[in-house]
Every structure is written in C-alpha cells, then in structure tokens.
C-alpha cells in the first residue's frame, strides 16, 4: 500500500493519495482545486488515479475532484446522500472500492454536513484491524466537525448534531483503537474549535483524549461541541453550494494577465478590488490609494475571503514572481474574478496615487490613547478572543465582518485597530481606508505587543 498525506498550511487543509502497488490502482481524497503535485506523485509512483473520493461538500476550500477527473477520468464518488450537478458515483453505506489487496470501505456519517463519509481502508482485505480511517471533517484530532456550519441545507444545528453523535459512536468508535485517524483539517480551520496542531492519530487515543468522545448522550455532545465556535468566513456558503455544482476548472499553470499603470488606476475607479498581497511592512511603505493589504505570508486566501466578495472583481498587486501563486490561492476557495495583476515596484510611476499606511508601536498607541479623548479603537480579532480578554474601549468587529459593519463606525473619528499579532489589523485597517475613513492607523505587534507593554 501506498498512502501519503498532503498538508497545505494556509488552509489546514489535508488531502490524501492512496494506492495499491500490485495494480497500479490510487485514489484521491479530498483534493485541493490546483492537482499538479497528485499527478506528478502518481507519476512517480507509477500510480493511474482510478477514482477521487470526496468526504463532504467542503465549505473551506474549492476541492479539485472536477480538475482531477478532467485530468485523468478518474470517478468522483461521494456518501449516499450528496446530490452533485456533475457526473459521480454514490456510495452506499458499506459500500467497498478495491484498488487490489487495498480495500477502502466507505462509512457514511452524516453530522458535520447531511452527505458526509467516511472511508475505512485496508492494507489486506479481511484484515482485522484497519489500517486506518479518512475522517474528512466527521472526525478531527482533538475535535468533531462543528454541526453548526452549514444549517441552511435544511437541518438545524440540533438535527445535524443528533446525527453526529450517532455517526460518531456507531460508525468510527467501533474501530479498534489500533486504528489511525487521518482528518481533512488541523489547527487553524474554521470547522472546529479545537483542531490539535497533530494530523493524524489513533482511535484509541481519540477515545481516551478528545473531549467530544467523552459524551454518552447526545444532548450534552451537542451542546458542547456547539459551543464557542469561531465565526466562519464569509465565503463558506459561496463554496460549499459550489463545490456541487459543474463549474469551470482552474488553469493553475496561467498566470493573470499584466496590467498596465492606467489600466491599473482605471480598474480602481470602476470599483474593482485591488489586494495587494505583500507583507504589512512593505504595504504600509507605500501603496496604491484604495487597495486592500492581505499578504500572501498568512492565511491569504481565507482573510481575502472574508473580507472580498465572491462576486467582486479583483487585481492583484504582487511582487515580481509572485502573481501566479496569489491567482491559484485564490482560486483554492473559488476566487476566480482575477482579471489582472500588477507588480508593486512599479507603483513607483505613479507617486500622486501612492500612500503609506500609519503603524503604531504599542507605546506610540498608549500615547494616543491618553491625548485623544474621542479615539475610536477597534478590535478586530474574533469573538472568542475579545471575550477572554480586551481594551475596555475597544468594540469588537472581527476582521470578518468589518465590510458589513462599517455603518457602526465613524468614518471621520481618528481610529486605531489592533489584533492578535498585527496581520489582521493591517488588513482591517486597509479595508477602512478603502472605504473613507481617513485618520487609520495599527498596531505594530497587535494585542500581545499592548499586554507586554501593560505588565
């Protein structure tokens, strides 16, 4: 058997390739949408991927099932109760793929979204114990998939959560503790609360260590697992409705097209967002008037994603050599509106249309605090951060939600954002700027740089 993980960090996203080296046979499961470094494994290996399995329609990424398939023919196959606009086989429950001595057997477990499964694979068939199990977002290390996501598809939170406790205790907790567990997220996912930074383990220490497998009735296991969940980016809906549509593929080798200086500005006046990707630090040196700072050294497609519109046109400003990652990345959660790009060195042509953005050390925001009586001061880390601990001055818009709160903010009052580390409040400040605010400033450090400050 052949069997590796892909981990992406930007989206604490993992994928699976799985093979049998007697036939040549492989799955994937759960891709990412950009599927060059599959194909070129595989290639490797001397693998044909026969089929891809899906666990659920994802919410946090655009998976790359149609660009594999298109690719390779292979089958995309999902749980019983998905509903795809694409050609796909539905697994029944039980239902096996053998790829040779390797056996996957599929699981369905609904509660994280109605269609998700699981897939049991096997190194032998008739092996006793499993090699393992692909979780996807049923099963997280340290974690369950939150039931509380998805709950326009018709289930409320309740019902979705009924129901993974049941998938949860009938379908994985009867695996032998020998078992390893291998889900689709780690740390920094939205789908869970409590993601570990680990991704994989075993059943039997997911029995004995993960706080959700410690509940014997529903009701305490949904109460539990529902509470205190981050908020999820804006663009969720947008992906998982997509996800089972039969949309276009990316061209992940086609990099956006160059604009020119005027057709830069021209774009900008006609309401196109403009991101520029670099990192806060050269942002702030100088940038185009009205562009919003999201850099690619963070969780570029995900802030970008709350804070753009899946519908919103978009170019954007890179350093040189950088502009067909900032694309795919994009494209990763559905983002495909880039109808151009721009290298930011040459923003040096057009100085009038250049500015630079006010960051504050934490000593410098002191200052301000105690000589501006009427300064508005923004937090805009999520929920669950601000409720552990905060300014006392300080409202909380999370970075997130910041587009459609502006209302509750004065625009013409001298304002101050900070977050945890200072990634997010360059993007927040960026996206106040863009929208008139004129007196914006961050802070350099965020709130642990104000803590150390205070103590």
Request: with cysteine; proline share 4%; aromatic share 8%.
């Amino acid at each position: 058997m052949i069997f590796e993980q892909f981990y992406l960090e930007c989206l604490s996203h993992a994928s699976y390739l799985l093979g049998d080296q007697s036939t040549g046979k492989a799955v994937v499961v759960d891709p990412q949408r950009d599927i060059a470094q599959y194909l070129d494994r595989a290639r490797e290996l001397n693998l044909t991927i026969t089929h891809v399995l899906e666990t659920h329609f994802h919410a946090d990424f655009l998976s790359g099932h149609l660009e594999l398939a298109k690719a390779t023919g292979a089958t995309i196959c999902y749980g019983a109760e998905a509903r795809p606009q694409f050609a796909a086989h539905l697994l029944a429950d039980g239902e096996r793929i053998v790829l040779g001595d390797v056996v996957i057997e599929t699981r369905l477990t609904p509660g994280h979204t109605p269609e998700s499964a699981s897939y049991v694979v096997y190194e032998h068939d008739g092996d006793a114990v499993p090699y393992g199990v692909l979780t996807g977002d049923t099963l997280f290390i340290g974690d369950v998939g939150r039931p509380d996501l998805l709950v326009s598809v018709g289930k409320t939170a309740d019902e979705l959560g009924h129901m993974l406790f049941a998938s949860i205790q009938n379908k994985l907790l009867t695996l032998p503790d020998p078992t390893r567990v291998f889900p689709a997220h780690g740390a920094g996912s939205a789908c869970g609360k409590n993601l570990s930074t680990e991704t994989s383990s075993t059943m039997g220490v997911q029995r004995r260590d993960n706080y959700a497998l410690q509940f014997t009735d529903a009701d305490s296991f949904v109460a539990a697992v529902t509470e205190g969940q981050p908020e999820a980016p804006g663009y969720f809906i947008y992906d998982a409705v997509l996800n089972q549509k039969n949309r276009e593929t990316l061209e992940e080798h086609v990099p956006p097209t160059a604009l020119t200086v005027t057709q830069l500005l021209d774009a900008r006046d006609k309401g196109l967002q403009i991101i520029d990707t670099r990192e806060s630090q050269f942002f702030a040196a100088g940038h185009l008037h009205g562009s919003v700072n999201v850099g690619l050294a963070g969780r570029y497609a995900e802030y970008a994603g709350s804070v753009i519109r899946p519908d919103e046109d978009i170019v954007i400003v890179t350093d040189a050599g950088m502009e067909l990652e900032a694309k795919v990345r994009l494209a990763r959660i559905g983002y495909d509106r880039v109808v151009g790009s721009f290298i930011a060195d040459n923003l040096a042509d057009v100085p009038s249309e250049v500015g630079r953005a006010s960051r504050l050390t934490a000593h410098e925001f002191a200052q301000r605090r105690r000589e501006v009586a009427t300064l508005q001061v923004v937090d805009v880390r999520g929920d669950g951060e601000y409720a552990i601990n905060h300014l006392p001055e300080a409202s909380n818009i999370p970075v997130s939600q910041l587009r459609k709160r502006l209302t509750e903010l004065d625009p013409l009052t001298p304002t101050v954002v900070y977050c945890a580390g200072g990634y997010r409040s360059s993007i927040a400040a960026s996206v106040l700027r863009a929208n008139g605010f004129r007196d914006v400033s961050d802070v350099l450090g965020g709130f642990e740089a104000i803590l150390q400050l205070q103590n």
